[in-house]
């Protein structure tokens, strides 16, 4: 008991340090074009972070136990693989720590990867690793940004181009109004709406035998949604239409847009993130418990789910602040138009990727489309010195958690007396 609760409080470290990271994903730009505060970011994300990681994450960590790295090598050690999971812990905690107090936005993903290839390889041998899925892991750092980048410069070039340069941008607005929901709740509706309304398909199903397919829910609850945001920032318009310059009300509307779109990646990145730092722990405890390696079927105790959603939330509200604001201040200057921008970019980029079954950061894509709308408002426009942070914490995500996984889960067989050399 007392070697899980160690363990559980490594877990918690790690989700601590993701989330002080990662939730900088969905609020960053918020914060930064000034849609909303850092506080109210905070609150925003700690709520959808714990909902999304509690409620949907559970798919991750089976698949972060047995792609890396085949367990079934570890099969006749499982004490080996404990301790290698305990090293991915350390590992990724550290490495997190480290870069949210520089301040750079990593991807968690890759650290957990990079941890668990480096001890597998001290452990059994080269042959361990799924060197192809690293390789793939690797491209996506390339295609990702440039992908995203390239949408939300678009994007952006033709919001301006359509409402903000226009001689009556207010107006030109109100048209399009319908356009940019239909948009948000068309790429956000496909991510989380089948997730939602997976309990209502099984509650119709068991009380009333309707079978309803998921994408008729998503395609449903996203046309009712898109209607609803447009009739009410129609009545926004209309019943304040002009406090203020028009491209304050111009902006003040974007925002609205800004932060609804947030909210959807907070929620779509707790339930795909927590299993960076509760994988891990899933699988400590299930040999612990049985004394067998886990195979790809094994479920994630809610517990677990439980403690990487608080141990997000609490590193979001203490740590967060450094990363939201690189991202959302440090790169360029963001208007709420500019921040919606990134936003969608950023969910077409992983919706897409997840259709083609390629795994992608949330980090590079939103950092790209951040990219991206600055280079097409110039290259002054562009901080590259944070760029060139950024970018070397990327390259040398992947050699360091190796590295380090490597070197903590040798002295930890030591410890062990189990490693041989």
Not at 122 to 144: H, K, M, P
Not at 256 to 269: I, K, Y
Not at 376 to 405: C, D, E, N, Y
Request: glycine share 12%.
């Amino acid at each position: 008991m007392l070697f899980l609760s160690f363990i559980c409080l490594l877990a918690f470290y790690l989700a601590w340090n993701l989330g002080a990271n990662d939730v900088a994903n969905a609020m960053g730009t918020s914060v930064g074009s000034k849609a909303i505060t850092l506080r109210q970011a905070l609150v925003i994300a700690g709520i959808l972070e714990f909902t999304g990681a509690v409620l949907f994450g559970q798919e991750v960590s089976t698949t972060l136990a047995t792609k890396v790295v085949n367990p079934t090598l570890f099969a006749s050690f499982p004490l080996v693989l404990l301790t290698g999971m305990v090293s991915v812990l350390v590992t990724c905690g550290l490495w997190l720590q480290i870069a949210t107090w520089r301040g750079w936005p990593v991807a968690t993903s890759h650290a957990v990867v990079g941890a668990i290839a480096g001890f597998s390889w001290v452990a059994i041998g080269i042959q361990a690793v799924d060197w192809a899925t690293v390789g793939l892991i690797s491209l996506t750092w390339v295609l990702t940004p440039l992908f995203s980048g390239t949408l939300a410069a678009l994007l952006y070039t033709l919001v301006r181009r359509w409402i903000l340069d226009q001689p009556h941008p207010l107006q030109r607005l109100e048209e399009w109004i319908p356009w940019l929901s239909v948009g948000l709740f068309g790429v956000f509706g496909v991510i989380v709406l089948p997730r939602l309304t997976q309990p209502i398909q099984l509650f119709l199903a068991q009380r009333f035998s309707l079978v309803l397919p998921s994408h008729d829910f998503a395609i449903a609850g996203g046309a009712v949604a898109a209607i609803g945001v447009t009739l009410y920032s129609w009545r926004q318009l209309r019943v304040q239409p002009w406090q203020g310059s028009i491209e304050t009300q111009v902006e003040r509307q974007f925002g609205r847009f800004q932060v609804l779109s947030a909210c959807f990646v907070a929620f779509a990145h707790g339930s795909n993130d927590v299993g960076n730092a509760v994988a891990p722990l899933a699988a400590i405890a299930y040999i612990h418990t049985t004394g067998q390696v886990p195979t790809a079927g094994f479920q994630v105790p809610i517990w677990v789910l439980v403690l990487g959603g608080i141990g997000i939330v609490t590193g979001l509200a203490m740590w967060g602040k450094r990363v939201i604001m690189t991202v959302g201040e440090g790169i360029i200057p963001l208007q709420p138009s500019s921040g919606f921008c990134a936003e969608l970019a950023t969910a077409t980029t992983i919706l897409l990727a997840s259709r083609l079954g390629l795994p992608v950061s949330t980090t590079h894509a939103l950092v790209g489309g951040v990219i991206g709308i600055g280079l097409s408002q110039g290259l002054k426009a562009v901080k590259f010195g944070t760029i060139k942070q950024i970018g070397l914490a990327w390259l040398i995500t992947v050699p360091v958690a190796m590295g380090l996984g490597a070197g903590i889960f040798a002295i930890g067989m030591q410890l062990t007396g189990l490693f041989s050399g």
